[in-house]
């Protein structure tokens, strides 16, 4: 049987930089980190939409307000030193209209309360930067917002990782716990303190250390439709105010790392936590678990739940995202938006108790272990610095 001090379920953006974190913390102990599947990036973190966020949609007191902010320079630097494809794009957030007008206010607020670089400009200041963009009179240009490959910086990891002794046991998934051992696809391993990053399954496994009482994840499925216009078509990524009660942007234009352009994501609920087709991945004891939840959502929860499922769900239509786009830009032609992108799933954690969507970071843990429940978007962004914060705070608690 093999043994390690620390065992990390879970080998995304988060699993990976938390290992890199406890290896610099712990350089003579034992790690490693766990991945269910064979190659990397099979979920969220392979799926991701490659924007490195600013750090100004946040309320102050958050963690993802401080840990973007710092995450942002941490990989840009990150991806420089390495050489890694990164494009210095920008972000304009653009108004619909005068309720819009208000909450671009509180965006800028935000921004100067956690010291992110933000300009609030005119719409013909808007223009010289974007000479597609609309918006009513004002916008928000984010000059450090940038786009980079997930791929790319995944492998950048798992290289740091091996290089310091790191192991990753791919195609091995966690199968449940007995006292100190973990039990696996591939057998059992003995392990000191098990780190819980598995994303989409992280409740579960939580709730096999006695963790995760209060939450349940949610998975809503995110779909972007790729432009077949030629590359540079557009100067910078174009982004709606959002509505600031849920934790989702709404349809906007991403400018990839190669200069094409995606609309996009989608937030609609899935049926199960991997449902990237049809019927890709079916579980039926998941599909009764999370569709019984939603239902409950539809005349409980302390959002307008029916309002986002039944404006998500439209959004399978080509056309209806088109015309969500067509807001934003000048040109946007339905016959040069045709291909859909790979399917990712958003990871929200959903606190069954109070009946909210978490929208800060989640963890959980003890002696024994520690549970990492939420951390979605912008979590590929901040995933250095809260890494670092993460093994701090499981210090405490291990100690």
Known sequence: MQTFDFAIIGGGVIGLTLARSLKKKYPTQSIAVLEKEPNLGAHSSGRNSGVIHAGFYYTADSLKAKFTREGNKRLHSYCKERRLKIRECGKLVVTRNEQEEADLDELYRRGEHNQVPLELISRDEAYKIEPRVKTLRRALWSPTTASIDPHEVLHALQKDCLQSGIEILFGTAYRGRDNDKIKTSKGDIAVGYTINAAGLYADRIARDFGFSK??????????????????????????????????????????????????????????????????????????????????????????????LALEEIKKYSRKYMVKLASELAEGV???????????????????????????????????????????????????????????????????
């Open 214 to 307: 209060d939450y349940r994840i949610l998975p809503f499925k995110g779909l972007y439709i790729y432009s077949n216009e030629p590359a540079n078509s557009f100067k910078t990524n174009i982004y709606p105010v959002p509505n600031l009660k849920n934790p989702f942007l709404g349809v906007h234009f991403t400018v990839t790392v190669d200069g094409h352009v995606k609309i996009g994501p989608t937030a609609i609920p899935a049926l199960w936590r991997e449902q990237y087709g049809f019927f890709e991945n079916f579980q039926m004891g998941e599909f009764c678990e999370v569709v019984f939840r939603e239902m409950g959502l539809f005349f409980s929860a302390d959002f307008d739940f029916r309002g």
């Open 333 to 399: 032609d339905s016959k040069n938006y045709l291909k859909w992108g790979k399917p990712g799933i958003r990871a929200q954690l959903y606190n069954i108790k109070i009946k909210k969507l978490e929208m800060d970071f989640i963890f959980e843990g003890d002696k024994k272990s520690f549970h990492v429940l939420n951390a979605v978007s912008p979590g590929f962004t901040a995933s250095m610095p809260f890494a670092d914060y993460l093994v701090d705070r499981l210090t405490e608690l291990a100690n």
